[in-house]
């Protein structure tokens, strides 16, 4: 066997969810590439790796000290959204809908997997907000048995602090979603929450 | 957004079969390993990339002019497997059952896809056995539409050779395959080809 195939083959399939087979696949594919574009893969990878850091503020990746987000004077400083993970970041950034600033608390509180408050970014909410200027935190956390440990645990640390705003958001039957596949809790937060309807205006 | 992250969520979500979520779930499990593995991976790829040939007689990957098999002087040069891609010598070469040489075709004939005859490896094959010293030739192909196609074209290439034995790999249900969910086809190639069983000894 090729030596080269098989350390190539062997490292890919190090990668979770990407068996030997797809690693065969992807080694095949690679093969077809330019070199360059290949090295250029190879050369963003090891950039990231070495180079990636956590912004001192929000705990979000960043190129630098603090993240593009927190350094961005055009930003809302007074509302947090507190999420699990960068992933997160992505998603919420991706719908232009939120002006604030960010919380990466790196995971959610599990007994079960050993992960402890101490092992998330939450002292680090509690000396931001400490610091003075923060309105209101926004968290945007699973509905799961850890994400509603964790949401219960912030809670009470954030208890110290008056006139601070806690909002989380909203739980409803998701668009495109099936009212008939939907859970029992979704539809029960999504009756209790709804709203009233406009009719269309100049009929 | 991070430029770091971005740029290799944008490489990773090249690769077939990843698009931007398996991406970034990879980017954060690249970003929990050691600097050094990181590092040996993107190696391992750009080595590949750069250092891996074809072997000069059978067309499989190799690190050097001849591959391993080729250049292992313990193997049966006499009977040659012609299979499609480099992936089948994987597959059978695991089963330790051929002792023979390969000769990988780089794929069928498919006029749907624009290969024709010329791109695949024959004309290499039709010269090795015109150089003497074989004597069988297995011919290890899909039964797809495309992969019979290249069956009947390379059949018809050898016709020249007097005394080659030509032989296709064995049709039939697989091991942990259920009859009842086997196409036609399969199940008359088994029922056609079907084996004599000895009772068991010494009973």
């Known amino acids: 066997m090729s030596k080269l195939l098989d350390d190539v083959v062997r490292e890919l399939s190090r990668l979770p969810g ?44 960043s190129d630098n000290e603090f ?6 004077p055009n930003r809302d400083h007074s509302t947090i959204c507190v999420v699990e993970q960068v992933g997160d970041v992505m998603s919420i950034e991706k719908t232009g809908q939120f002006r604030g600033l960010y919380h990466v608390l790196g995971g959610v509180i599990s007994p079960m997997s050993g992960i402890a408050p101490s092992d ?32 219960f645990y912030i809670l009470n640390r954030l208890k110290q602090f008056n006139d601070l705003k806690i909002t989380t958001i909203a739980r409803g039957i998701g668009f495109g979603d099936e009212i008939e596949y939907a859970d029992e809790l979704t539809i029960s937060h999504a009756l209790l929450n709804r709203r009233e309807v406009e009719p269309p205006a100049g009929v």
């Open 18 to 61: 990407i068996g030997r087979r797809t690693a065969l696949r992807l080694a095949m594919h690679i093969l077809r590439q330019r070199e360059d574009d290949v090295a250029s893969m190879t050369q963003a990878i090891d950039d990231f790796r070495t180079g990636i850091r956590h912004c001192a503020r929000c705990n979000n990746l």
């Open 120 to 151: 998330l970014k939450i002292d680090l909410l509690i000396n931001n907000i400490a610091a003075g200027g923060v309105h209101e935190i926004i968290l945007a956390i699973s509905t799961t048995v850890e994400g509603e440990t964790t949401l």
């Open 67 to 72: 993240c593009e987000i927190c350094s961005d």
